[in-house]
């Protein structure tokens, strides 16, 4: 018996279809990393639980610059990506709103970030890290929510 087999067509099908994403005998796709943080903070602005994207410093500037006539919104707010040839790495920066279990935020920010890249683009995410910088508290619509139900 030899060790040294011809790979099964199952296993010649699974390596064409990985290569095939972004490499092929007609060229080779390469894809910005600014496309993939772009892609990554809209799907994470998705998931209900995040009230917003970034750290302090950035989520500053971003309102500010949504405050500029005319300016357009950073999608990729509060998203760091290293982007490879075949694989991709992601960091998320986000607020959560108070009450929403951060475990499960968490849970279901990756799953709509790796799903919604690895559809997109056809990278392999290697890894999604999540950093809650805070917790928003929405005490505007509280007190406007008991002002008027008040009867004196």
């Known amino acids: 018996m030899t060790s040294t087999q011809p790979p099964t067509s ?9 290569d095939s994403t972004l490499v092929s ?5 390469s894809i910005a990393d600014t496309v993939v ?19 302090g410093a950035s989520r ?7 405050r500029i ?18 694989q991709t790495a992601i960091d998320i920066d986000i607020v959560a709103e108070y009450g929403v279990s ?11 970030v ?8 056809g990278l392999e995410v290697t890894e999604v890290n999540i950093t809650v910088h805070d917790v928003h508290i929405d ?8 002002t008027p139900s008040r009867v004196e």
């Not at 005998?25 to 796709?29: A, E, F, L, M």
């Open 10 to 18: 199952a296993t010649k099908d699974v390596a064409s279809h990985s």
């Open 25 to 29: 005998s007609q060229g080779k796709t």
């Open 37 to 55: 943080s772009k892609i990554a903070g809209i799907a994470s602005r998705e998931v209900n639980g995040v009230y917003s994207l970034g750290g």
């Open 60 to 66: 500053v500037v971003g309102a500010l610059r949504e």
């Open 69 to 86: 006539p005319g300016a357009s919104v950073n999608h990729s707010q509060g998203v760091s990506v290293e982007v490879g040839e075949k």
């Open 102 to 112: 951060i475990v499960d935020l968490a849970t279901g920010i990756r799953r709509n």
């Open 114 to 121: 790796i799903a919604a890249i690895e559809r997109m683009t």
């Open 139 to 146: 005490e505007g619509e509280d007190a406007g929510d008991e």
